[in-house]
């Protein structure tokens, strides 16, 4: 088994600012998908994408993913928690984070984007989602740096014990969503978009793929100590991502039986 190194969440302090690692992963995984973006537009600018396009639409993304994420939070997993406090929703420094929250928040501001720049909202959808899992991945290494997020029990030769936990040796599950959420999806979605697909595909595709490798890792995952198991002995994040997987198959059905011949941006 391997022994957590307890990381210092904080990497760098400059006087009174505290500089922490989660942070710095949010910020890795914003300029990974910034620089992935502005790839795709310069590639092919008959596609219609600035620069300027893509700068933008990382902008409304920041703001979609911290709101969101945060309010998701919130609302998914301590409302009573923070309707008994209310002001320590803005005690983001604390962490409490919801992807499915983060998820939410792109789609409007995605949506808001595409109004603003008379696109067609699949349109935009499509170019963004395989920006996304690299943001993914960098948030489970600093999930594993803050030794949060931590796995249920296990005997297996890869099991690390966070010692601020317990004592016994757990699933890396932080890992798993790095290795499944960030980089499989990833390539799975950057070489799917590499051709002409039909507007919508890459959207679905995308929930699809995220809704099940996280339904899987969750199986690894110990629950939230205040919520534990859900119905069917299932967590919350599998609650959640049964949604989307429908939602996902239900926009590829759509996306391939529409008679439309209106494609999506390709790489």
Same mark, same amino acid.
């Given at each position: 088994?391997?022994?957590?190194?307890?990381?210092?969440?904080?990497?760098?302090?400059?006087?009174? &600012?505290?500089? *922490?690692?989660?942070? =710095?992963?949010?910020?890795?995984? $914003?300029?990974?998908?910034?620089? /992935? %973006? !502005?790839?795709?537009?310069?590639?092919?600018?008959?596609?219609?994408?600035?620069?300027?396009?893509?700068?933008?639409?990382?902008?409304?993304?920041?703001?979609?993913?911290?709101?969101?994420?945060?309010?998701?939070?919130?609302?998914?997993?301590?409302?009573?928690?923070?309707?008994?406090?209310?002001?320590?929703?803005?005690?983001?420094?604390?962490?409490?984070?919801?992807?499915?929250?983060?998820?939410?928040?792109?789609?409007?501001?995605?949506?808001?984007?595409?109004?603003?720049?008379?696109?067609?909202?699949?349109?935009?959808?499509?170019?963004?989602?395989?920006?996304?899992?690299?943001?993914?991945?960098?948030?489970?290494?600093?999930?594993?740096?803050?030794?949060? &997020?931590?796995? *249920?029990?296990?005997? =297996?030769?890869?099991?690390?014990? $966070?010692?601020?936990?317990?004592? /016994? %040796? !757990?699933?890396?599950?932080?890992?798993?969503?790095?290795?499944?959420?960030?980089?499989?999806?990833?390539?799975?979605?950057?070489?799917?978009?590499?051709?002409?697909?039909?507007?919508?595909?890459?959207?679905?595709?995308?929930?699809?793929?995220?809704?099940?490798?996280?339904?899987?890792?969750?199986?690894?995952?110990?629950?939230?100590?205040?919520?534990?198991?859900?119905?069917?002995?299932?967590?919350?994040?599998?609650?959640?991502?049964?949604?989307?997987?429908?939602?996902?198959?239900?926009?590829?059905?759509?996306?391939?039986?529409?008679?439309?011949?209106?494609?999506?941006?390709?790489?």
């Amino acid at each position: 088994m391997i022994v957590h190194p307890q990381f210092d969440p904080i990497a760098l302090r400059l006087g009174p &600012l505290a500089i *922490r690692w989660y942070g =710095l992963m949010y910020l890795a995984g $914003f300029v990974v998908g910034l620089m /992935l %973006g !502005r790839y795709r537009a310069t590639r092919r600018p008959d596609l219609g994408w600035t620069l300027k396009d893509v700068d933008d639409l990382l902008f409304f993304a920041v703001i979609g993913v911290v709101l969101g994420g945060r309010l998701g939070y919130v609302l998914f997993y301590k409302l009573g928690d923070y309707l008994r406090d209310p002001i320590h929703i803005f005690y983001v420094w604390e962490g409490g984070m919801s992807f499915h929250g983060g998820f939410l928040g792109v789609i409007i501001a995605m949506a808001y984007f595409a109004w603003r720049r008379h696109k067609h909202w699949f349109a935009v959808t499509d170019f963004i989602a395989p920006l996304v899992p690299p943001g993914l991945g960098f948030g489970r290494i600093g999930n594993f740096i803050n030794a949060e &997020l931590w796995g *249920r029990p296990t005997n =297996l030769p890869w099991a690390v014990v $966070f010692p601020n936990v317990d004592e /016994l %040796g !757990r699933h890396p599950s932080q890992l798993y969503e790095f290795a499944l959420e960030g980089v499989l999806l990833f390539v799975i979605l950057w070489l799917f978009s590499a051709k002409r697909r039909p507007l919508g595909a890459v959207s679905g595709l995308f929930l699809v793929g995220y809704g099940t490798v996280r339904f899987i890792v969750e199986f690894s995952r110990e629950p939230d100590s205040f919520l534990g198991f859900l119905a069917l002995g299932l967590t919350m994040g599998q609650w959640l991502s049964l949604p989307m997987i429908v939602a996902g198959i239900i926009v590829l059905v759509w996306a391939y039986r529409r008679k439309s011949s209106i494609f999506s941006d390709p790489l």
